[in-house]
């Protein structure tokens, strides 16, 4: 069967009620008894005498999408003739930077079919996109199909709850465990495991294949900074002698592209640099490869003397480096406006002293036609726009 999962917005499927029912003639046995140490628990997979069935309506509050309680709640689907036949709901937990399933369903006659585990691939793309530290979800000890699924996918037993539905869900054998998926640790990279260097004309298509993965989704459907590249080498702010990329056993993981730029204070005009893209294969994010690229770089820049970068970049990111917000240097937008993503670095302590006014950035960076966009994408492997939490439209 061939299925598109898309994004159910809030505003249509709120209220939708996820009709998740099982019939399971095994359960896991939850058992919890006092010892003169401590505690003594286990879990077993029994069987029942007869199977049991379980259905939407034998509770007081059946299942829906976009519940009130779950404040970031975002959530995909498979439709097949208009008929939602499949749903995942995720929830962000802001406080321990987890990533909750709070909904997984897959009717019945599309079961086994490879979505159950596209939709949870779903979520895990979401948790790297986000960087959270695991992916957590709840089920009950009778719902072994689900419970076997969950291991399959990677999840392994972080607790359990003995009363979360009655009182007597031990005895009940209807008990609450919490699954958790934890993010492979990645092992940061040093400077002698890549290659740094100039890009070559047959470097081009793969640097610009690496960047379309890297941006893939991350602001907007699809991504632009592909295009970017590719008209960024043509034009005449584009500084080649500060771009680099990131070489790893022949493979292109990583790149920054350096342009000149200016900031304006009336009839004064200040010669400065900035940077777009820097990025990395998704693989090799969290490896410290942009790190390695920028700090690299910015060495290469000080050297021939520029005075500062300025930038649009991740305020959670570039801080640690040593960016900072571009009002500590007097330096507005060209349209006066300072925020968090606005940011700028000397080179050398106080280069950017005597420099004040509006930041502007090449041409090029506007100059990007979506019909443009979209038949250059025609050299390049499809890849699907997806929704995801985040995105700017």
């Known amino acids: 069967m061939e299925y598109e999962i898309i994004h159910l917005p809030k505003e249509k499927w709120k209220g939708t009620v996820v009709p998740i029912r099982y019939i399971t003639d095994k359960y896991y046995d939850v058992y919890v008894n006092k010892t003169d140490k401590g505690f003594a628990i286990g879990i077993e997979k029994k069987d029942f005498t007869e199977p049991v069935t379980h259905t939407p309506e034998e509770y007081d509050f059946p299942d829906k999408l976009y519940e009130d309680h779950w404040e970031n709640a975002y959530a995909w689907g498979v439709l097949v003739d208009g008929e939602l036949v499949a749903a995942i709901e995720t929830d962000q937990e802001l406080w321990s930077n987890r990533l909750r399933i709070t909904e997984l369903w897959v009717a019945e006659k599309y079961q086994k079919q490879g979505i159950g585990h596209a939709l949870v691939e779903m979520a895990k793309e979401q ?30 037993l972080i607790g359990m709850d003995t009363c979360c539905y009655k009182n007597n869900d031990l005895q009940r054998k209807e008990v609450r465990l919490e699954f958790g998926w934890f993010p492979e640790e990645k092992k940061r990279l040093n400077r002698e495991e890549i290659e740094i260097r100039m890009e070559t004309k047959s470097d081009w298509y793969n640097v610009e294949l690496m960047t379309q993965h890297a941006f893939w989704n991350k602001h907007h ?173």
């Not at 199909?145 to 392994?156: K, M, P, W």
């Not at 990025?279 to 490869?289: N, R």
């Not at 300072?338 to 080179?347: C, S």
Request: glycine share 8%; proline share 4%.
């Open 127 to 156: 948790a790297r996109r986000e960087r959270r530290r695991a992916i957590i979800l709840e089920t009950q000890s009778c719902n072994v199909n689900a419970i076997d699924f969950y291991q399959h996918e990677g999840f392994s």
């Open 221 to 393: 459907l699809g991504c632009d900074e592909h295009y970017l590249v590719h008209k960024l080498r043509q034009d005449k702010d584009y500084l080649p002698e500060l771009s680099r990329i990131a070489v790893k056993d022949g493979e292109i993981i990583g790149c920054i592209m350096y342009s000149q730029a200016r900031v304006v204070d009336g009839t004064d005009t200040h010669e400065i640099i900035t940077f777009g893209p820097l990025c990395v294969e998704p693989k090799w994010q969290g490896c410290g490869v942009g790190e390695l690229l920028l700090r690299e770089t910015m060495k290469l820049a000080a050297n021939k003397e520029y005075k500062g970068i300025v930038i649009f970049g991740e305020p959670d990111y570039y801080p640690r480096i040593g960016f900072k917000t571009c009002d500590n240097f007097n330096i507005t937008t060209a349209e006066g406006k300072n925020f968090d993503a606005f940011m700028g670095i000397e080179l050398v302590e106080d280069s950017m002293k005597g420099i004040k006014g509006k930041f502007y950035e090449s041409e090029v960076f506007e100059n990007l036609p979506k019909e443009e966009v979209e038949e250059y994408n025609k050299k390049f492997p499809q890849l699907q726009k997806l929704r995801f939490p985040g995105q700017w439209d």
